[in-house]
């Protein structure tokens, strides 16, 4: 709304940060497709839009497994500054041995 109570359309460009064409990948993401064949996910519908339902625990434990074994799984293999700046902090990273208790 504007100030004096009009509508205006303003884009959102560049939401969520991020490489843009990992975003385009959805199911072809290489995390996508190690984690499809464990389950533990189901698409549904509420209304008119698409959603995944999932056991966020189940799903944690198995992103930490992957993340383990691929540190570089949520970057796109591509040369994008992002995914290149995003490669240069895994330096400084690893993957906690152990998930916090729940």
Same mark, same amino acid.
């Given at each position: 709304m504007t100030i004096d109570? /009009? *509508?205006?359309?303003?884009?959102?460009?560049?939401?969520?940060?991020?490489?843009? *064409?990992?975003?385009? /990948?959805?199911?072809?993401?290489?995390?996508?497709?190690?984690?499809?064949?464990?389950?533990?996910?189901? *698409?549904?519908?509420?209304?008119?839009?698409?959603?995944?339902?999932?056991?966020?625990? *189940?799903?944690?434990?198995a992103m930490h497994e992957a993340l383990s074994e691929d540190p570089e799984l949520l970057l796109h293999k591509s040369a994008c500054a992002r995914c290149a700046q995003g490669r240069s902090r895994l330096t400084q990273w690893s993957v906690p041995k152990t998930l916090p208790a729940s």
């Open positions: 109570g /009009q *509508e205006e359309e303003v884009p959102i460009v560049d939401y969520p940060g991020g490489c843009r *064409e990992w975003y385009g /990948q959805r199911k072809d993401a290489a995390y996508f497709r190690k984690l499809e064949p464990l389950g533990l996910y189901r *698409e549904s519908k509420v209304g008119e839009a698409s959603v995944s339902v999932l056991d966020v625990r *189940e799903f944690t434990r």
